[in-house]
């Protein structure tokens, strides 16, 4: 970080102006550095949902919404999405280049190495209902890993934040694939290592000991660039999570549980599954006028859920991609013709050609799409973001990492502006009105 001007800034009481030193990264908006301000103004500054606050430095993700940038460590996300697979990226995430050969084989290694999870967790899952939905089973059984795998739980040790890091990337897909299975009464299915962590995962998801199962490798790799595309996101709600949770400490599986609750919500990840619920109750594009309506209502809390995001106000760079795979995944299926993707389709069109969408910049975000293509897929929209999670898993971990490593990191702790009442008395119970 490099300091190059300061701000100067007037409180309005007519003294001195305080000055602010404004920093800048390698990329993107300079920042005011406001960190003194407190102990020199006696002042805080007030910004409900971080709308102008950055929360931390940090090396790994950029975005620039206005232009539909999203880079990893540097890369273009389209580049990435072409070029490598989920395994490439999760290294380039938390290592900060792309691996040679020889790297990516260790690293795959490593994960493979850990993909089962210890047999009395598998016991677990049976204190769950049956019908519980799988995001409350992964919050729960990723909150228990730290109960089975406390032998690396020294966040202040490198090799112990990296073998906590490769648990969780290699156990989430199986985590997520038993809550289904758990969900639907069949068996759980161990992992097969030499299929790719995509193909993996629907071996896990979709296998039944009865019948040989075979992963289409053109489905295998939508998933895998579901999985790329949602790797990480710079300090989002879920990851502002983490790394809140991290800074007191706690241990990486309590903080990546709080990380898939805080996902779980559909302002956020839970958005693909609610915008598939959606589709499905709008159900004809003859009722599809009826929604826009609905939406445009400011009377009514209903939104075109699938449409709209806090940083990308042009397109999301991740939609377009995702958009380029449904109607591949659609055409390997012979699915071109499904009604509620040519309902989507129609959705889609209408939205972009409305005034009231085109004058506040709401795009169709990547899960307007990514919700089509997992169904096609044939995974059911409960699953959808626990999907989310298992690809998230590797942002949150390498931003959890990059947190702790950080010498000045402190516990994270904002302040407020209190309104509510002013000092009173306490009165005894005979006395009060
Ligand atoms: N449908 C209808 N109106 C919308 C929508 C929508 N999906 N999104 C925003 N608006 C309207 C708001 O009502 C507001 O209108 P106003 O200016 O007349 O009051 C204006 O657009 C700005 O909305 P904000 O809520 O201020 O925008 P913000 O940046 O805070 O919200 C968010 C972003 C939460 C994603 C929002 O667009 C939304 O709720 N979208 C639907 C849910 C969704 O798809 N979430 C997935 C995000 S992507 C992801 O997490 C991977």
């Known amino acids: 970080m490099e300091q190059k001007k300061v701000a100067k800034l007037d409180l309005g009481n007519g003294e001195q102006l305080i000055e602010l030193p404004i920093l800048s990264g390698s990329m ?12 020199t103004s006696g002042m805080f500054t007030y910004d409900p949902g ?20 999203l ?67 992964t919050v729960g059984v990723v909150g228990a890993l730290s109960a089975f795998y406390h ?28 809550a289904y299975k758990y969900n639907r009464g069949h068996p759980f299915n161990y992992p097969c290592n030499h299929l790719s962590y995509a193909a993996n995962f629907m071996h896990m998801m979709f296998a039944v000991p009865a019948e ?35 800074s007191s400490g706690a241990n990486p599986f309590a903080c990546i549980s709080a990380g898939i609750a805080c996902l779980w919500g559909p302002a956020h990840g839970g958005a693909n599954e609610a915008c598939l619920n959606m589709l499905e109750e709008i159900g004809d594009e003859s009722r599809i006028g009826k929604y826009i309506d609905r939406a445009k209502d400011s009377n009514d809390s209903f939104r075109l859920v699938g ?19 449904c109607h591949e995944v659609l055409n390997e299926l012979g699915l071109q013709d499904d009604p509620l993707f040519k309902l989507a389709m129609k959705l889609e069109k209408i939205a972009l050609e409305d005034e009231y969408f085109i004058s506040r910049k709401l795009y169709p975000n990547v899960d307007f799409y990514s919700g089509i293509v997992q169904r096609a897929l044939g995974i059911p929209s409960s699953m ?45 119970i005979s006395e009060r009105k």
């Not at 792309?98 to 204190?127: C, W």
């Not at 449409?307 to 795979?325: I, Q, S, W």
Request: with cysteine; hydrophobic share 40%.
């Open 151 to 178: 032998e690396a739980l020294d966040v202040s040790d490198a090799s112990h934040r990296d073998l906590s890091a490769i648990h969780l990337i290699a156990k989430l897909p199986n985590i997520t694939a038993m």
């Open 50 to 69: 971080f709308l102008s606050t950055a929360s931390s430095s940090s090396e790994i993700t950029f975005i620039d919404g206005d232009k539909g940038i």
């Open 212 to 246: 040989e199962y075979k992963p289409n490798p053109v489905l295998a790799r939508a998933l895998d660039r579901i999985l790329i595309l949602h790797a990480d996101h710079e300090q989002n709600a879920s990851t502002s999570t983490v790394r809140l949770a991290g």
């Open 307 to 325: 449409f709209g995001h806090r940083v990308y106000k042009n397109f999301d760079p991740r939609a377009k991609l995702m958009r380029e795979t």
């Open 28 to 39: 993107g908006p300079d920042v005011i550095d406001i960190r003194k301000l407190h102990a």
């Open 71 to 137: 880079l990893y460590r540097g890369y273009p996300i389209e580049q990435l999405a072409e070029h490598c697979d989920f395994m490439e990226v999760c290294y380039l995430l938390m290592k900060g280049e792309l691996p040679t050969n020889d790297q990516r084989d260790k690293f795959v290694k490593s994960i493979n190495e850990h993909s089962m999870v210890h047999e009395q967790l598998i016991r677990f899952y049976a204190g769950f209902r049956r019908d519980a939905h799988p995001m409350a089973v």
């Open 384 to 428: 959808f973001t626990a999907i989310f999670a298992t690809a998230r898993t590797v942002g949150w971990v390498a931003q959890w990492s990059e947190m702790i490593a950080d010498p000045a990191q402190k516990i994270g702790r904002p302040r407020q502006l209190y309104t509510g009442v002013t000092t009173r008395k306490v009165l005894p």
